[in-house]
Nanobody, 124 residues
Framework: QVQLVESGGGLVQAGGSLRLSCAAS????????MGWFRQAPGKEREFVAV????????YYADSVKGRFTISRDNAKNTAYLQMNSLKPEETAVYYC?????????????????WGQGAQVTVSS
C-alpha cells in the first residue's frame, strides 16, 4: 500500500505559477513511477505528466510541454509538479498517482494508487 497526499494547490492569476507536491508513505516510493493527472468540472480525468522511478525519464501531455516540469526526490518520498504560465482552462483538481509498471503509463486505469487531489484555480 502507498498513501499519497497532494499539497500546494490554490488560486493563481493567469500566467502565474504553482508547485504541487505529492508526499508518499507506505511501501518504497522509489519503486513506483509517479504520474500527475487533472480533472476539470464535468470532464474526464486527463494525463498531465509522468516520471520514471529513477527520475531520469519523463513524459508530458502536449498541452503542458514547455510549461510544466515533473520531478521527484526519492530521499524525501515526494514528487513535484511545477506549473508555469498557467491558463484559466487549466483550472482543475490535480491528482498524483503511483504505478508499479515497468514502463511509463499515461492512462488512468494504469495506476495503482491515487491521492485525494489538490484544487488549482486559475483566474483570468
Amino acid at each position: 500500500q502507498v498513501q499519497l497526499v497532494e499539497s500546494g494547490g490554490g488560486l493563481v492569476q493567469a500566467g502565474g505559477s504553482l508547485r504541487l507536491s505529492c508526499a508518499a508513505s507506505g511501501r518504497a516510493f522509489s519503486t513506483y513511477n509517479m504520474g500527475w493527472f487533472r480533472q476539470a468540472p464535468g470532464k474526464e480525468r486527463e494525463f498531465v505528466a509522468v516520471i520514471h522511478r529513477s527520475g531520469v525519464t519523463t513524459y508530458y501531455a502536449d498541452s503542458v510541454k514547455g510549461r510544466f516540469t515533473i520531478s521527484r526526490d526519492n530521499a524525501k518520498n515526494t514528487a513535484y509538479l511545477q506549473m508555469n504560465s498557467l491558463k484559466p482552462e487549466e483550472t482543475a483538481v490535480y491528482y498524483c498517482a503511483a504505478d508499479s509498471s515497468p514502463g511509463l503509463v499515461r492512462i488512468v486505469r494504469g495506476y495503482d494508487y491515487w491521492g485525494q487531489g489538490a484544487q488549482v484555480t486559475v483566474s483570468s
